[in-house]
């Protein structure tokens, strides 16, 4: 049974990714909207984003700028989180700029990051 999880998560990965590639990182951006948040994590680094080892996301998470502020790295490489943090339900990232979170951090629910 631990193996069909493990190849579930990996073929719903793959799928993600692969139509994130075709379609854009707005596949992703609206994909996060309403996560497994099981997928979330893997997700970002695909796309650019530095996520530590142990990090939880509860579910929803928004992102703007992304894509259309004139800083926007046009991925998720201005967001970097280290290990063992939580990002509650709701959280809002604007990545026009940098966003770091270090270790063993707690973002509450509906919090906002704004970079300008």
Do not use: W
């Not at 069909?4 to 992703?28: A, N, P």
């Not at 609206?30 to 650019?48: E, V, W």
């Not at 939880?56 to 290990?83: C, P, Q, W």
């Amino acid at each position: 049974m631990n193996i069909v999880r493990k190849i579930d998560f990996k073929i719903r990965i793959c799928y993600h990714v692969l139509l994130g590639r075709i379609v854009g990182t707005q596949h992703i951006i609206r994909y996060l909207r309403n996560p497994d948040p099981r997928l979330t994590s893997s997700l970002l680094k695909a796309f650019g984003a530095k996520i530590g080892e142990r990090t939880t996301f509860k579910r929803t998470v928004y992102f703007d700028n992304v894509m259309e502020d004139a800083n926007s790295a046009r991925d998720f490489s201005h967001l970097e989180i280290g290990n063992n943090c939580y990002i509650g339900d709701g959280v809002y990232f604007d990545l026009a700029g940098q966003i770091v979170l270090g270790e063993n951090v707690v973002v509450s629910a509906r919090a906002s990051f704004i970079t300008h």
